[in-house]
């Protein structure tokens, strides 16, 4: 029997892009094929030459639909099939090639916000609710909204083999986070694009939505991140590679926190367990440093770090990119 492929791809939208996608028949006992959409609807292109290329890059099981049907995570191409200027994907993959042999991990945080009824999910109407405080992995219908939703994308995420580690209730009320890895620095990218498009696709099912905006609620409230931990096989076997990252990220900070997602600034404030955007820092266990080194691993003298100042809506090809890119180049100096 043909099958349905629901075609996945980032779109071209700016300063933050966005997940399109639609649904293919594909014969049975046929692989997805290179495809095609309108780029003049998706900001990817003129109308006078509206045609891009969809490329698979990803095929997972689609838990929503059963059977043979498949989830297809794509990269943008232009029809002379080189990367669309929005394809993020392809410099990422040349950095993940060029430093393979230090096997480069990546695990990220994905936080969010659901909304309904145009506010958060959770929040009175006109009003707020009670301070923070007791929301973070809370328990109880007065500090928990959405538990469902979160329950199902879990469960979806596990049935299309993605590789998700965690979720926990976040600090502001109606915010959540899922953790996808440890993966290299393209995997964890494409799997948490597809995740993504999961969550937003189930709660749709729940009249809810998600968002990834960094600072959902402005004042004394937790905004969202993408706290991206990292590793290299240096990393995990002794300490002073370690130091090393952490350092080499502090000499590129500036690059990075342009790239870590739009409103960056409006996060990373010195408050809520973040570091001012414009001051590196890093340390053992501080959440209000810019990179964190997590107590096991200063105890183990090896491990990971934890770099807390990407946004929850980055591009994770980028992030990945960048922190792969920063960091193997200085463990090789
Ligand atoms: P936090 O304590 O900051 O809330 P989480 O438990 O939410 O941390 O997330 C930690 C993430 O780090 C997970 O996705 C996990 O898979 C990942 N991780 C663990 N070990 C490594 C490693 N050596 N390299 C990269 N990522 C790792
Ligand atoms: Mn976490
Ligand atoms: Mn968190
Ligand atoms: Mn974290």
């Known amino acids: 029997m043909p099958y349905r492929a629901e075609y996945i791809w980032i779109d071209g939208q700016k300063p933050t892009a966005k ?3 639609k649904t293919k028949i594909v014969p049975d006992g046929a692989e997805p094929p290179i495809w ?8 990817q292109a003129p109308g006078s030459n509206s045609d891009c290329v969809l490329r698979p890059v990803l095929v997972k099981p689609d838990p929503i639909r059963g059977g043979d049907d498949v989830l297809v995570m794509c990269e ?3 029809t002379d099939m080189t990367p669309h200027e929005s394809n993020t994907r392809a410099a990422c993959l040349e950095t993940a090639e060029k430093y393979a042999s230090h096997e480069p991990w990546f695990g990220i945080e994905q ?3 659901f909304y309904k009824d145009g506010r958060p999910h959770g929040w009175p109407i ?11 992995c809370g328990v109880g219908a007065d500090e928990i909204w959405g538990r469902d939703v979160v329950e199902a994308h879990t469960a979806a995420c596990l049935e299309a083999g993605i590789a998700i580690s965690g979720t926990n209730a976040e600090v502001m009320i109606g915010q959540w986070e899922f953790q996808v890895g440890p993966l290299g620095p393209v995997e964890v990218a494409d799997q948490l694009w597809m995740a993504r498009w999961l969550l937003y696709r189930i709660a749709e099912d729940f009249n809810i939505s998600a968002h990834l ?5 402005e004042g004394d409230w937790n905004g969202a991140g993408a706290h991206t931990n990292f590793s290299t096989k240096a990393m995990r076997e002794g300490y002073d590679p370690i130091i090393v990252a952490c350092e080499a990220l502090g000499k590129k900070a500036d690059l ?6 739009a409103g960056i600034e409006r996060r990373l404030t010195g408050l809520h367990e973040t570091a001012p955007w414009t001051e590196y820092s890093y340390g053992v266990s501080d959440r209000g440093a810019s990179v964190r080194i997590p107590w096991q691993v200063e105890q183990d003298k090896k491990g990971y770090i ?3 100042r990407p946004n929850a809506n980055c591009d994770p090809y980028v992030v990945t990119r960048l922190i792969t890119d920063t960091v193997c180049s200085a463990l090789e100096a």
């Open 19 to 21: 997940l399109r996608s």
């Open 36 to 43: 095609g959409f309108d780029g003049s609807s998706t900001e």
């Open 76 to 78: 943008v191409l232009y």
């Open 111 to 113: 936080e969010y916000t």
């Open 126 to 136: 006109g009003g707020f609710p009670a301070p923070q405080g007791g929301y973070y």
């Open 213 to 217: 905006n960094p600072k959902p609620v």
């Open 256 to 261: 990075h926190i342009k790239h870590y997602g």
């Open 306 to 308: 934890e770099d807390r």
